[in-house]
Antibody, heavy 120, light 110 residues
């Protein structure tokens, strides 16, 4: 079965960096676009970044452009997110999600999420 | 503040029908497909509807989606207490060149 398992969350000081991983299994990872979506405490979903199946194109929300970098290793079936210059506004549960649509994006499979807390 | 507007909350009695709206513009809903997600607090979102009105396998036909102009609607019939959750719409925004979610709607089944 499809499994997405995020890791790397934790408490980090403002201005510091953190790297998240999402280990995929149960499907052919290299065939799917992958995304990161976050949810601040008590708030709605916020799309953060996406990457094409082959890594050839990356997309970012304005709120993280220039600070976050999405990447993937298809040989390791793993999605990554490097987060730099973190601020309190980045505190959220971060989910990785698989893009399952052809004509648009849509997310049929999600990980359980990993909590990132930015605090001094 | 999201570019997609949803009511903060809706409520209805068990067995009844409820609709949740998602209002946008020509740069997003008006020219792109919409998907809908259900999220029970503390758990990951679940895809209910994609490409405006298609249901993934395993999603009961009590859930339906529609789109008209720059608005989309999620309908749920035969409400059950297990349907209590937050519901969010999502679509691509051409002006932002980004995926956007609505602010979410909390459904209470009274």
């Amino acid at each position: 079965q499809v499994q997405l398992v995020e890791s790397g969350g934790g408490v980090v000081q403002p201005g510091r960096s953190l790297s998240l991983s999402c280990a995929a299994s149960g499907f052919t990872f290299r065939n799917y676009g992958m995304h990161w979506v976050r949810q601040a405490p008590g708030k709605g979903l916020e799309w953060v970044a996406g990457i094409r199946y082959d890594g050839s194109k990356k997309y970012y929300a304005d709120s993280v452009q220039g600070r976050f970098t999405i990447s993937r290793d298809n040989s390791e079936n793993t999605l990554y997110m490097q987060m730099n210059s973190l601020g309190a506004e980045d505190t959220a549960v971060y989910y990785c999600a698989r893009d399952d649509c052809t004509n648009t994006w849509c997310y049929a499979y999600w990980g359980q999420g990993t909590l990132v807390t930015v605090s001094s | 503040q999201s570019v997609l507007t949803q009511p903060p909350s809706v409520s209805a009695a068990p067995g009844q029908k409820v609709t949740i709206s998602c209002s946008g513009s020509s740069s997003n809903i008006g020219n792109n497909y919409v998907s809908w997600y259900q999220q029970v607090p503390g758990t990951a979102p679940k895809l209910l509807i994609y490409e405006n009105n298609k249901r993934p396998s395993g999603i009961p036909d009590r859930f339906s989606g529609s789109k008209s102009g720059t608005s989309a609607t999620l309908g749920i019939t035969g409400l059950q207490t297990g349907d209590e959750a937050d519901y969010s719409c999502g679509t691509w925004d051409n002006s932002l060149s980004a995926w956007v979610f609505g602010g979410g709607t909390k459904l209470t089944v009274l």
